[in-house]
C-alpha cells in the first residue's frame, strides 16, 4: 500500500516528504522499487507467526478449550 501511495503522490506532483509523508508497515525490503526512500515499521511478523504457532499448537494438543488471553511481545 506505502508503495502504490508513494508512486502515486510522485505522479500526482507531490515530493516526498516534502509535501507529504508516507510510513509503510511490515518492513519489507522493495528500495530498488521505489522512486525515493520509505520510512517502514517493523511489525516482528516472524516473531508474531511463531508465537501464533505456538499458540495453535498447544490447543490442538490440548482437551481443555483456550481461554483468551493477551500476548505481549517484548522487543529483542
Known sequence: MA??????AVNQGFRVPD????????NLHYDDSLRVPLS???????RIGTEAA??????LN???A???KAIL???S
Open 3 to 8: 508503495m502504490g501511495a508513494v508512486n502515486e
Open 19 to 26: 509535501d507529504i509523508a508516507i510510513i509503510g508497515c511490515g
Open 40 to 46: 517502514s515499521v517493523d511489525q516482528h511478523s516472524r
Open 54 to 59: 505456538r499458540l495453535v499448537l498447544n490447543a
Open 62 to 64: 490440548s482437551k481443555l
Open 66 to 68: 483456550p481461554k483468551p
Open 73 to 75: 511481545l517484548r522487543r
